[in-house]
């Protein structure tokens, strides 16, 4: 393969081609949910977009550590220093303890990407499980001098790491537009500045989540859980860290000041990524909004925006049919689409196994493992792999109809590619087959049927054979007497 991997860094606002720090080894680190409610079409896009890349490293030979976190404290309402804990309040309208609701909605959330497809990630750490490496983490901030103690809690002081280094460069923010659009907020008086914002907070009285530290009984602050976990698990430096556009700013932001704070300047990401948002009307698609849309609702079809249910591969090839980094906007009829798309390109792997040979072929469908990696090379520019796969699909309909010709080599190098991207890197598979051993015996009993219906033809029974052929078409199966026998679809 030509091509060498060059991905999109929002660091330097261009792509680069891809060289990690310990090859073959590649560190990988994601920000993960905050589990206080069902996962939405917003969440399913990091997920599936760093898929594809975990899916497609591990294709080229590396070695992934991927690392996406659980957040399970700290995370306050309207993502500040001010306000409840999302779980905390959960947890105090639904009269339960916090973990209870960090259980419930992690099991779901878990339940919910194996249906997408989402392979599970190799470390996946919860801040409340990590309270001392953030505790270090803040203390090792203190002690180069870029932090302070206020009350019991302990704040970054980002005027005073902007003389040293460039707090904003992630974001392409400059501090004084910052201070100048900035109010001193209730409360939070006793930050020196309100651009500063919290590595460790006192609990109020009213607080549960709360561990002993050397400053007071509190909580850690958001963006410390990431730098503090990244750091654990994927050392010092690591290759990416990725996330939605959302988290840009602060949270990321964020992190890169502290790791240069408590690393003498230097950084801890390489290549920041980023997936765009997931739009509803134009809007981001979000739970702060109460715009959103669970996943379930989708696989339901029971949510008033919705004009029917939409399968998990419909919902990952909807967003796959998009590039990662452009915005997606919810309709159903994109959705309808997608679901169509996908059928197509589902029918004609099934054909595959089916097609005849020629001596001489017709159809051009030499390189399309080679198109298909150079598109995935370039910033995984999914939609054109799949704009490749239709084209497949189109020349396997053909010789399928005897409208065209392929050679035996021909037919099995596009088997292997056709198969390698649609399943394997794509990660996309047939819902109506179900695992491979339901599959057998499905298409198995079909046969059966298709046999007794044959032989009913044959002894001139057209009753029964009708009958057969009118109880699968009210099933869903499409029906279609060739030459060489009776073939079947769903």
């Not at 303890?97 to 779901?108: A, G, K």
């Not at 996946?124 to 803040?138: D, F, N, V, W």
Request: glycine share 8%; charged share 25%.
């Amino acid at each position: 393969m030509e091509h060498p991997l060059s991905i999109y860094n929002t660091l330097h606002r261009r792509k680069e081609q891809f060289v990690p720090n310990h090859p073959p080894h590649v560190g990988l680190y994601v920000c993960g949910p905050t589990v206080y409610g069902d996962a939405h079409l917003g969440h399913a896009r990091p997920a599936i977009t760093f898929d594809i890349l975990f899916r497609y490293l591990r294709h080229l030979g590396y070695q992934v550590r991927y690392v996406r976190n659980i957040t399970d404290v700290g995370h306050l309402e309207h993502d500040a220093d001010a306000g409840e804990d999302k779980i905390a309040k959960k947890a105090r309208l639904e009269q339960l303890e916090p973990m209870e609701v960090v259980q419930y909605y992690l099991t779901r959330y878990h339940h919910t990407m194996d249906r997408l497809g989402v392979l599970p990630p190799s470390i996946e750490p919860m801040a409340s499980g990590h309270i001392i490496e953030q505790i270090q983490l803040t203390q090792q901030i203190l002690d180069a001098g870029f932090a302070y103690v206020s009350e019991g809690s302990v704040y970054f002081d980002v005027e005073k790491y902007n003389r040293s280094y460039n707090y904003g460069e992630l974001s392409g923010r400059r501090i004084e537009d910052m201070q100048s659009n900035t109010r001193a907020l209730d409360g939070q008086d006793e930050k020196r500045n309100p651009l500063d914002f919290a590595l460790w907070k006192k609990a109020q009285p009213e607080h549960i989540m709360r561990w002993p530290s050397p400053w007071s009984e509190g909580f850690p602050g958001w963006h410390a859980e990431c730098t503090a976990m990244g750091r654990k698990y994927l050392g010092e430096q690591f290759d990416i860290h990725g996330g939605g556009m959302d988290l840009i700013f602060p949270h990321h932001e964020c992190e890169i000041a502290q790791a240069k704070a408590s690393q003498h300047g230097e950084p801890m990401v390489r290549y920041w990524m980023h997936n765009n948002m997931i739009t509803i009307g134009g809007q981001k698609m979000g739970k702060s909004l109460g715009n959103f849309i669970t996943l379930d609702q989708f696989f339901t079809g029971d949510h008033p925006l919705l004009t029917q249910a939409y399968s998990p591969m419909t919902i990952r090839f909807f967003i796959l049919s998009a590039h990662y980094r452009g915005t997606v906007d919810f309709s159903n009829e994109a959705l309808q689409a997608a679901e169509k798309g996908l059928t197509r390109l589902m029918d004609a792997a099934g054909l595959l196994d089916t097609l005849r040979v020629s001596d001489s072929s017709s159809v051009s469908v030499g390189g399309l493992a080679e198109r298909c990696h150079t598109a995935l090379c370039d910033d995984l520019n999914t939609p054109i792999v799949i704009a490749e796969l239709f084209e497949a699909a189109r020349a396997i309909n053909a010789v399928h109809n005897a409208q065209a010709t392929i050679t035996e080599a021909e037919l099995e190098e596009l088997k292997v590619a056709y198969r390698l991207f649609l399943f394997d890197l794509l990660g996309l598979r047939d819902e109506r087959m179900g695992d491979s051993a339901s599959h057998e015996a499905f298409a198995g009993a079909v046969d059966l049927l298709l046999a007794v219906r044959s032989e009913a033809k044959g002894k001139k029974d057209w009753a029964t054979s009708d009958h057969i052929r009118k109880e699968l078409e009210a099933l869903g199966f499409t029906i279609k007497d060739t030459k060489e026998g009776t073939e079947w679809s769903l």
